[in-house]
């Protein structure tokens, strides 16, 4: 069984540059979330997808910030314009449903420089 | 949210040797997950534990709901068990994550 597929797993570009993260959820799962992981503030919730409908994206920082979904098998997470503070660990989870048991991919490591 | 706080922040222990992590919840929750991320940063589910108690190899954990915690027990540890465990209670789709108990095992 394949898990949560990320790319890239390391990405470094510099301030002002366009940034895609890309994620394939777990097949079947129907619940797919965005997290940061920072010293600062630990594990956050950007973004939760249900059935490829954004449901709370209260958690993404700023307009700079978008994510979409246009299928069950894909996801992407977009910074434009980055800035050396979105440097962090980005991840990519997937559930069966949403209070469901959460997978995580092995997670893009973003420098923003 | 849910508050969830884990104890102890740091633990070095020898190789061989068993330890306990605690997670408190602030409030009832449905479920409770543990995660071990390794020095490769990677997340892994190691429980997914509402109440009782499940065991996997050297690790185990039970939850008294009731009560509001739960324990991770790692037991004979080795290196290979170094890394941060976190303890996350949902409220609905929304993890609250603990900030980990850093784990140091020597050789």
């Known amino acids: 069984d394949a898990g949560v597929i990320q790319s890239p797993r390391h990405e470094v570009t510099e301030m002002g540059q366009e940034v895609t993260l890309r994620c394939k959820p777990i097949s079947g799962h129907n619940s797919l979330f965005w997290y940061r992981q920072t010293m600062m503030r630990g594990l956050e919730l950007l973004i939760y997808?249900?059935?490829?409908?954004?449901?709370?994206d209260s958690g993404m920082p700023e307009d700079r910030f978008s994510a979409k979904m246009p299928n069950a098998s894909f996801s992407t997470l977009k910074i434009q314009p980055s800035e050396p503070r979105d440097s962090a660990v980005y991840f990519c989870?997937?559930?069966?449903?949403?209070?469901?048991?959460?997978?995580f991919g092995p997670g893009t490591r973003l420098t923003v420089l | 949210g849910i508050q969830v706080e884990q104890s102890p922040p740091d633990l070095i222990l020898q190789e061989g040797a068993n330890s306990t992590l605690r997670c408190n919840f602030s409030d009832s929750v449905n479920n409770l997950q543990w995660f071990h991320q390794n020095p490769w940063g990677q997340l892994i589910n190691l429980f997914y534990?509402?109440?009782g108690t499940k065991q996997n190899g050297r690790l185990s954990a039970t939850t008294v709901a009731t009560e509001r915690y739960s324990l991770l027990y790692i037991s004979s540890s080795q290196t290979t068990d170094s890394g941060v465990y976190f303890c996350?209670?949902?409220?609905?789709?929304?993890?609250?994550f603990g900030a980990g108990t850093t784990v140091t095992v020597r050789a």
């Open positions: 996350a209670a949902p409220n609905d789709y929304k993890l609250s």
């Open positions: 534990i509402p109440s």
């Open positions: 997808f249900n059935n490829n409908v954004p449901i709370d």
């Open positions: 989870a997937s559930s069966i449903a949403g209070g469901d048991t959460q997978y």
